[in-house]
C-alpha cells in the first residue's frame, strides 16, 4: 500500500520516476540491502536483533576479496583459487552468525548486546585485515558474477536482483513450508510455549544465527558485484538500512509475526523513498529525516496492530 | 470405603512406587506413590510444598527423581530429558496456557510434531502438510466438542482463554496415547473458561484417556475426579472419592487435621 501511493506521489514530482529504467535502477540499489534483510527477518522474528549483519557481509566480502587476491606487497602476491576463496567467505559469515547464535544462546546475552559487540569486532578485523585502505583489484570474474547486467521485459538489472529474489523465494518456502520456519515463528512468540511443545529451543536460535550469516554473506557477494571492488566502507550503513527494510517490512521487534517478503518490500520501500525523494529534488538531510519519520510510523503501525489484537 | 475391594482386579496403566525428589535440602517429594487406572480421571490435591507440582514433573519427565520407579503400562521408565515422557505417549497440558499466540490454531496443535508431506516434497524437501495438519487439527479439535471455535486458520491469540486451554488440551488428547497430565488447567481461567476445560476432562474420560488433574479447587476435582489423591509433606496421605468422602474432610487430610488409616491410603480403580 505504502509502496503503490508513494509510487504515484513520487511520479508527479518527477515524470521519468515511473519508467522500467528507474525502477531497474532502484531494484539494484535495494538488492545489497534486500539481501542482508532476508537475514535479519529471521533474527528479528525470533524476537532478536543483528547489529553486526553490515559488519559480517563486508568481512565476509573482504575476506573473499583478499583471499583471490592475495597480500601484495611482499614479493609475489599469492591468491588462493577462487573455488576456496569464495566457500571461505561463506564460511567466515556463517562463522560469524555462529558466534553470535553461541554467544546468545548458551552465554545467554541479549541479541543487542551480542550483536552490538560483535559488530565493532567484525568491523575492526576487516580494517585489520585492508589496513584501513580500500584494494583496488582486478576482481576474479566469477565473483563479479552477480554484477552482470540482464534484461527481462523493459527492465534491466544486476544478476544480483534475481539472487536477491532467489534468495527469498528459499526463505519464504523455508519459513512457511517447514518444521523449523515454523519453530522460528513459535520461539519468536512465546519461548516457553515452544520449549514446553518440545522445540528444542537452542538449536533453532543457534540455526537462525547460522542461515543469517550466510545471508549476509551472499549479500556480501551481491556487493563485489555491484561495486567491483570489496570496500571495507561499503557496509557502514548497511545494519540500520537492513532493519529499517525489515521494521518498515512489517515484522514485528517483538518477535513471532512478520514475513520475509514483507521485508523486501521494505527495502524496496526506503529504496523507492531514496530515489524519489532525489529525483524530486529533495535535500539529502530532508530524505535522512523522511526515512526516520517512515521507520516511526511503522513501529507505531506495529504497535497498534498488538494493541488491537489484544 | 464401600467401593474398595470390588475392582481391584483392574492394572495400573500408570505406577509411580516411592518417588523422592529433594532440592538441596529441601524434600520436595518423600516417597509418594501414585496409581492411575484405564479410564479414570485421578485429581491430585494438597497443599503448596505438597509435592504435586514435582510429581507431575517426574511423571512427564521434566525432572528426574532421586529415587523411585515409574511403571508405565506394565514397563519401568526412566526419563531423562522432558521430552521423554512425550514420546513414552504421555502428555502435559500447564496452567500458563503454553500455546503460541501469534500462530494460528492448526499450527499449534501441531507444534513440534508437524506433518510431512507424502512422497519425495517430504523426504528430500523435508515440506510440512499445511493443509493435512489443518484437516487434521479440525478432526481433532471436533472429535472433542469444542464448538465454539469456527476457524482453524485463526491466530489463538484471538481466542479466549478458555479456548486457548482448549486447543492446548485438544493438543495433549491428540498425541497423548497414554495418558494425560492436567497442571491446573483453570488456574489462569474465569469461571465460564473453566467450566469448559472440565467438559473437555469429561469427553477426555469418555474416551477412555485417563487423566491426572492437578488443581486447587475442590469444587472442580469434586466435580469431575472419580478418585482424589491428597498429597501432604511429600507423601500420599490419601485416596478418597468424591462419594466417601466431603470436601472439608479432604481439606483436613491436606492439613493433617485428619489421618486416614493406613489401608486406606490406597485406594484403587473404582470405575
Known amino acids: ?36 534483510a532476508a537475514g535479519q527477518t529471521l533474527i528479528i522474528l525470533t524476537a532478536g536483533i543483528d547489529l553486526s549483519c553490515g559488519a559480517i557481509a563486508v568481512f565476509s566480502s573482504m575476506t573473499m576479496a583478499k583471499l583471490v587476491q592475495g597480500t601484495p606487497g611482499e614479493g609475489e602476491p599469492v591468491g588462493i583459487a577462487v573455488w576456496l576463496a569464495f566457500p571461505a567467505g ?135 558485484g555491484r561495486v567491483t571492488v570489496a ?21 514485528s521487534l517483538f518477535g513471532g509475526r512478520g514475513t520475509i517478503f514483507g521485508s523486501l518490500i521494505g527495502a524496496i520501500i526506503v529504496g523507492v523513498f531514496r530515489n524519489g525523494l532525489t529525483l524530486a529534488g529533495v535535500d539529502l538531510y530532508y530524505q535522512l529525516m523522511a526515512i526516520g519519520l517512515l521507520i516511526i510510523f511503522a513501529v507505531s503501525v506495529d504497535q497498534w496492530i498488538r494493541k488491537a489484537r489484544k | 470405603m464401600d467401593q474398595k475391594g470390588t475392582q481391584m482386579s483392574k492394572s495400573p496403566i500408570l505406577q509411580a512406587v516411592g518417588l523422592t525428589k529433594s532440592y538441596g535440602r529441601v524434600i520436595a517429594l518423600d516417597g509418594s506413590d501414585l496409581e492411575l487406572f484405564p479410564g479414570e480421571v485421578l485429581a491430585v490435591v494438597g497443599d503448596n510444598g505438597a509435592g504435586k507440582s514435582t510429581m507431575i514433573k517426574c511423571l512427564s519427565g521434566a525432572e528426574i527423581p532421586d529415587e523411585g520407579q515409574i511403571i508405565l503400562d506394565g514397563q519401568q521408565m526412566s526419563f531423562k530429558r522432558p521430552n521423554d515422557g512425550r514420546h513414552a505417549g504421555i502428555e502435559t497440558v500447564y496452567q ?58 485463526q491466530a489463538v491469540e484471538t481466542l479466549s482463554g478458555g479456548q486457548r486451554q ?9 498425541f497423548g496415547q497414554k495418558l494425560i497430565i492436567l497442571d491446573e488447567p483453570t488456574a489462569a481461567l474465569g469461571v465460564r473458561e473453566s467450566r469448559q476445560v472440565l467438559k473437555l476432562i469429561e469427553s477426555l474420560r469418555d474416551r477412555g484417556m485417563p487423566v ?29 472419592t468424591p462419594k466417601s468422602h466431603t470436601m472439608n474432610d479432604v481439606v483436613a487430610i491436606m492439613t493433617g487435621a485428619m489421618t486416614v488409616d493406613k489401608k486406606d491410603q490406597a485406594l484403587t480403580s473404582v470405575r
Open chain 2, 96 to 153: 500458563t496456557l503454553a500455546v503460541a499466540p501469534a500462530l494460528d490454531i492448526a499450527s499449534n496443535l501441531f507444534l513440534g510434531r508437524e506433518m510431512r508431506k507424502k512422497g519425495p516434497l517430504g523426504s528430500i524437501l523435508r515440506m510440512t502438510d499445511n493443509s493435512g495438519m489443518r484437516k487434521a487439527a479440525k478432526e481433532h479439535i471436533a472429535a472433542l466438542g469444542i464448538g465454539t471455535i469456527q476457524n482453524i486458520t
Open chain 2, 166 to 174: 482448549a486447543v492446548a488440551v485438544a493438543r495433549a488428547a491428540a
Open chain 2, 212 to 240: 491426572i488433574l492437578i488443581s486447587h479447587n475442590m469444587p472442580q476435582v469434586f466435580e469431575v475426579a472419580d478418585r482424589i489423591q491428597v498429597q501432604r509433606l511429600g507423601k500420599r496421605a490419601a485416596v478418597v
Open chain 1, 90 to 224: 561463506l564460511l567466515v559469515g556463517m562463522l560469524g552468525g555462529a558466534i553470535n547464535g553461541f554467544l546468545v544462546t548458551k552465554v545467554k546475552l541479549p541479541p543487542f548486546i551480542v550483536t552490538l559487540g560483535t559488530f565493532n569486532v567484525f568491523l575492526a578485523l576487516t580494517l585489520t585485515l585492508t589496513k584501513g585502505t580500500v584494494p583496488s583489484i582486478e576482481m576474479d570474474p566469477f565473483l563479479l558474477t552477480l554484477g552482470h547486467y540482464v534484461n527481462i521485459g523493459p527492465f534491466r538489472v544486476t544478476t544480483g536482483v534475481l539472487f536477491m529474489f532467489a534468495m527469498y523465494m528459499v526463505l519464504a518456502f523455508v519459513l512457511r513450508y517447514t518444521s523449523w520456519g515454523r519453530h522460528v515463528y513459535a520461539v519468536g512468540d512465546d519461548i516457553d510455549a515452544a520449549r514446553l511443545a518440545g522445540i528444542s529451543v537452542n538449536r533453532v536460535l543457534m540455526s537462525v544465527y547460522i542461515v543469517a550469516g550466510l545471508t549476509f554473506a551472499l549479500a556480501a557477494w551481491i556487493v563485489i
Open chain 1, 231 to 251: 570496500s571495507p566502507n561499503t557496509g557502514g550503513d548497511l545494519n540500520l538500512d537492513a532493519i529499517t527494510a525489515v521494521v518498515i517490512g512489517g515484522t
Open chain 1, 1 to 36: 500500500m505504502v509502496l503503490v501511493v508513494a509510487s504515484i506521489i513520487f511520479s508527479f514530482f518527477n515524470e521519468n520516476f515511473l519508467t522500467p529504467s528507474n525502477f531497474s535502477l532502484i531494484l539494484q540499489q535495494v538488492a545489497i540491502v534486500g539481501a542482508v
